[in-house]
């Protein structure tokens, strides 16, 4: 299957110095002609921040993506028994988020999207930007990359020597990761 026949549920948590990144590669995949599919954690689609207000990141996804976003888990649990996604992603995924899908929690709208389109056994890719990557989060990031039906958009630190913690995936990998991981394959290399 090709991304431009796909269905992609994008899933968006409050990493938000990624936010601009990620419109650019949500314009690229939409101009694939791929159906896109917006979901937003609550901290995505309510905080505003030094990097913009929430309510007009919204509309200008919503806007790109032609729909109204996802934004309750009322909303998202309909994902596994519809089956209607081919590929979910979330992009930026925070190391809180990261954690909590790691150990089963879902308490927001984006880890019920997760969990309801893994129960499909179709692919969730994972961008991750957290600050603590080589920190408390490692183990995460090691628990969720042995999961079938897990894969990850490579990464790399972004800043070793003011933040050695601290990775962000190569986001512009996104359309080369969706492709191998519909086929079930992990990009490599995976850490850059």
Known sequence: MEISECTVGLAMTGSFCTFE???????????????????FSANAARL?????????????????????????????????????????????????TLAKLANGITDTAVLMAAK????????????????????????NIGILMAMKHIY???????????????MVAKIELLQDTIQLALREEQIQPVIY
């Open 116 to 139: 309801a389109h893994l129960r499909n056994g179709k692919p969730l890719v994972i961008s991750l930007s957290t600050n603590d990557a080589l920190g408390i989060n490692f183990k």
């Open 48 to 96: 505003d921040n030094r990097f913009g207000k929430a309510n007009d990141f919204c509309k200008r996804v919503e806007q790109i993506a032609g729909r109204k976003g996802i934004d309750s888990i009322p909303e998202a649990e309909p994902i596994g028994p519809k089956a209607y996604l081919d590929v979910l992603v979330i992009a930026p995924c925070t190391g809180n």
């Open 21 to 39: 990144k990620m419109i650019h590669q949500m314009e690229e995949l939409k101009n694939t002609g791929a159906t896109i599919i917006p979901i």
């Open 152 to 166: 990850f958009v490579p990464f790399g630190q972004d800043d070793y020597q003011k933040k050695p913690n601290s």
